[in-house]
């Protein structure tokens, strides 16, 4: 399985950036998709979680009302549309896939069996 995040920039107070993630092999129908972001000096955070089934939401409080997340099973790729950007948004953005994935951004499942996309640097100016 490999995950390709992309939408990345730079982008001032208050604009929008739309991430997506695209992701290759074989991805069992119940795994849950999400996001998650670690800026310098922090600890990685959970951001956001999708299931591929029934599309149940997952936000971080951090996020919630500002971000959207959504999925295409066809063309099996994630996207996050962030508005109202904040430079406390200012991290690397990875995108990740498992079957218990919504629990971990959640910060109550482990991290193991999940796979990592490569990372997207988004930068908001003040």
């Known amino acids: 399985v490999q995950l390709q995040a992309s939408g990345g920039g730079l982008v001032q107070t208050g604009g929008s950036l739309r991430l997506s993630c695209a992701i290759s092999?074989?991805?069992?129908?119940?795994?849950?998709i999400g996001w998650f972001r670690q800026a310098p000096g922090k600890e990685r955070e959970g951001v956001s979680c999708?299931?591929?089934?029934?599309?149940?939401?997952y936000y971080a409080d951090s996020v919630k009302g500002r971000f959207s997340i959504s999925r295409d099973n066809v063309k099996n790729t994630a996207y996050l549309q962030m508005n109202s950007l904040k430079p406390e948004d200012t991290a690397v953005y990875y995108c990740?896939?498992?079957?218990?994935?919504?629990?971990?951004?959640?910060?109550?499942?482990?991290?193991?069996?999940?796979?990592w996309g490569q990372g997207t640097q988004v930068t908001v100016s003040s």
């Open positions: 092999g074989f991805i069992l129908d119940y795994y849950a």
């Open positions: 990740a896939t498992s079957l218990n994935l919504c629990a971990v951004v959640a910060g109550r499942g482990s991290p193991r069996g999940v796979y």
């Open positions: 999708i299931s591929r089934s029934d599309g149940t939401t």
